[in-house]
T-cell receptor, first 116, second 113 residues
Framework: AQSVTQLDSQVPVFEEAPVELRCNYSSSVSVYLFWYVQYPNQGLQLLLKYLSGSTLVKGINGFEAEFNKSQTSFHLRKPSVHISDTAEYFCAVSVFMDTGRRALTFGSGTRLQVQP | EAGVTQFPSHSVIEKGQTVTLRCDPISGHDNLYWYRRVMGKEIKFLLHFVKESKQDESGMPNNRFLAERTGGTYSTLKVQPAELEDSGVYFC???????????FGQGTRLTVV
């Protein structure tokens, strides 16, 4: 079975500062990796995904993440945050099951609080 | 194109009552998933439909939960009778056959009092 650990439940940061949201996973098989964001009163929106190829993945709104297979990590970064980035961020992994589905296993989420 | 739509957005019911949640996936998406998030914990998988068939319902917590997907289009998730621990946000997601990305709805916040 696979699992996802988001090491920080809350991350306060000042506007225009850089931020890193940490994600580690465990899986006995190869995985796809995702970051989703949930803005207040909205659904989950895909930020970025890693399927294969380059380990540095760029997503929407200036976010990027780096897949590190040896450290089983997929940390999310942004060089300069805005107030509008205040949201909850979820890391997720997907594996191909024998049932044929690509299951999503989520971390517990990280609340990013951007302060002026 | 419309995204995944869930109804209602909020529901407050008393313990022992019945509630039915509805999900309309993106048109043409064969895969439909239900997930649940309870009180700030991780989002957990409930079940997966491929068209009208239940592909995997290993995440369903107990037999008080019944999911259907009539004609392979919209899906309903019924909780009967509801218990306090059923409170949480229920998310629906859909994806294309063979697709790598799941598109999520806004969720239904269920509160059982």
């Amino acid at each position: 079975a696979q699992s996802v650990t988001q090491l920080d439940s809350q991350v306060p940061v000042f506007e225009e500062a850089p931020v890193e949201l940490r994600c580690n996973y465990s899986s006995s098989v190869s995985v796809y990796l995702f970051w989703y964001v949930q803005y207040p009163n909205q659904g989950l929106q895909l930020l970025l995904k890693y399927l294969s190829g380059s380990t540095l993945v760029k997503g929407i709104n200036g976010f990027e993440a780096e897949f590190n297979k040896s450290q089983t990590s997929f940390h999310l970064r942004k060089p300069s945050v805005h107030i509008s980035d205040t949201a909850e961020y979820f890391c997720a992994v997907s594996v191909f099951m024998d049932t044929g589905r690509r299951a999503l296993t989520f971390g517990s989420g990280t609340r990013l609080q951007v302060q002026p | 194109e419309a995204g995944v739509t869930q109804f209602p957005s909020h529901s407050v019911i008393e313990k022992g009552q019945t509630v039915t949640l509805r999900c309309d996936p993106i048109s043409g998406h064969d895969n439909l998933y239900w997930y649940r998030r309870v009180m700030g914990k991780e989002i957990k998988f409930l079940l997966h439909f491929v068209k009208e068939s239940k592909q995997d319902e290993s995440g369903m917590p107990n037999n008080r939960f019944l999911a259907e997907r009539t004609g392979g289009t919209y899906s309903t998730l019924k909780v009967q009778p509801a218990e306090l621990e059923d409170s949480g946000v229920y998310f629906c997601a859909s994806s294309q056959a063979g697709g790598t990305e799941a598109f999520f709805g806004q969720g239904t916040r269920l509160t059982v009092v």
